[in-house]
């Protein structure tokens, strides 16, 4: 089980260290141009703000495991990123329907088994 959410931390905090990247890099108008046609549409500071906490949670989810200190935080990361998904979920069933939001809750998914993994079935030592 162990290696199962090493994979999963992994995975995630590459996702979400590309999601968070690419919205501190790009431009917001750049942003806003890329989304569909009936996307919400959110200030510029909000999505920076977004973008550094996803780069955040994606580092809670590994360093506090590889260096073996404080490893409570890839907990709170993983409920974190949880959270900032619930949200992802919400905008995107607004803007883009039912399938527009599968992948934010697949990703919610993961974060909360990540959480769940880690408190109680394999927690770090």
């Known amino acids: ?5 090493w994979i999963f931390q992994i995975l995630l905090a590459l996702t979400f260290l590309f999601a968070g ?6 431009p917001t108008e750049v942003l806003n141009s890329m989304a ?6 959110f200030p510029g500071w909000f999505l920076k703000f977004i973008g550094l906490c996803e ?12 260096f073996r200190r404080k490893q409570y935080l ?3 990361a993983a409920i974190g990123l949880l959270i900032i998904m619930i949200g ?5 069933l607004i803007g883009g329907g039912v399938m527009a939001a599968a992948s934010p809750f697949i990703i919610g998914v993961l974060c909360l088994f990540v959480a769940y993994g880690r408190a109680k079935v394999a927690p770090l030592r």
């Open 21 to 26: 990247g690419m919205k501190l890099v790009i």
């Open 55 to 66: 780069v955040l949670g994606a580092l809670g989810l590994i360093l506090p495991g590889i």
């Open 1 to 5: 089980m162990n290696i199962l959410l």
């Open 36 to 41: 569909p046609p009936n996307a919400i549409l």
């Open 88 to 92: 992802a979920i919400v905008v995107s």
């Open 74 to 76: 890839t907990i709170y």
